[in-house]
């Protein structure tokens, strides 16, 4: 199993530079720690500092070596040519395979503010998503709906075949990640016995598709302390005032042990990626919870457990 990173990029309000920094510093510690992936999200018309993701993962490439980087993206929010190309460029900068996550996206001040309706959100997610990968395959593409695109090229293309995890957790957004994905990505609000559930619909879905499931990633909120009085301390109050409204069997707070196994258990239901956020607040506290991720990590291997 592998243990991946998908950095937060919003703060409360503070001086711009600082959130820079800490997204710069966090993204050291990452690679200090031997994590396998490193991503960044993807939100709009935030009333808090929040960093867009292209830019930032330009930025953080430059901390990051040959492992699999890439950005979470609500493609129904983007042009689709103009998202193409800024991924090209970031495989060009990335030393090595670049993921695209994607999802449908939520939310109306989001889809509002960029003049997108929330109504089409699934024919427009999938519509985009052809685009963007005969794009980036070095494609000329001509189309009329939902987008009308005559003789599109980028260039440059990724030097490897775009990778692509898609989200959700409706049964249709599971399917969709067996008809069209390379990767189903379950989201951090899903319980333990959650996972076990959607590992099997999408095991069912893609064998309705004729697909072979390869990965399944899910993505945990994390704080792991010096010992489990410590993870408390930092990270039980934070938790216990009711975290994003998630189910407090959701997030994992522990020390190596406890979050070892906690990820040991996610493999055993059928994940073979678990991608980690931070829930903390303190960066003191976040940079110590990455150093303690590299014995996690090496723990996790040793349990020889997997999809």
């Known amino acids: ?93 990335a030393a090595g395979p670049f993921v695209m996550q994607c999802a449908l996206g939520g939310g109306a001040e989001q889809f509002d503010a960029l003049g997108a309706s929330m109504r089409t959100r699934p024919s427009r997610f999938e519509a985009a998503l052809d685009i963007i990968r005969r794009l980036c395959a070095g494609e000329e593409v001509n189309t009329d709906a939902p987008y009308a695109i005559p003789k599109a090229r980028i260039a440059p293309v990724p030097t490897e075949p775009l990778e692509v995890w898609i989200g959700g957790a409706a049964d249709a957004a599971v399917d969709r990640a067996a008809r069209l994905g390379d990767a189903f990505l379950i989201g951090p609000e899903a319980t333990p016995a959650e996972v076990s559930d959607l590992v099997v619909t999408y095991h069912e879905a893609c064998a309705r598709h004729g697909r072979e499931p390869v990965k399944i990633a899910v993505r945990r909120d994390v704080h792991v302390g010096a010992d489990e009085a410590d993870a408390q301390r930092v990270a039980g109050p934070i938790v216990d005032r009711g975290y994003r409204g998630f189910d407090p069997a959701a997030p994992v707070v522990g020390g190596i042990d406890r979050v070892t196994d906690a990820f040991g258990d996610l493999a055993e239901r059928g994940c073979t990626d678990v991608i980690i956020r931070h829930l903390a607040d303190d960066h003191r506290e976040v940079l110590a919870s990455f150093e303690r991720l590299g014995a996690v990590r090496s723990g996790v291997a040793a349990l020889g457990v997997g999809a």
Do not use: C
């Open 1 to 93: 199993m592998k243990v991946g990173v998908s950095l937060r990029s919003g703060y409360a309000p503070m001086d711009p530079r600082t959130g820079a920094r800490w997204l710069v510093e966090r993204t050291r510690a990452a690679s200090a720690a031997g994590l396998d992936s490193l991503f960044i999200g993807d939100h709009h018309n935030v009333p808090v500092p929040y960093y867009q993701n292209v830019p930032m993962l330009g930025r953080l490439l430059a901390e990051w070596d040959d492992r699999p980087a890439g950005a979470l993206f609500l493609l129904p929010l983007w042009n689709p040519v103009l998202l193409a190309e800024q991924i090209g460029t970031l495989a060009s900068i």
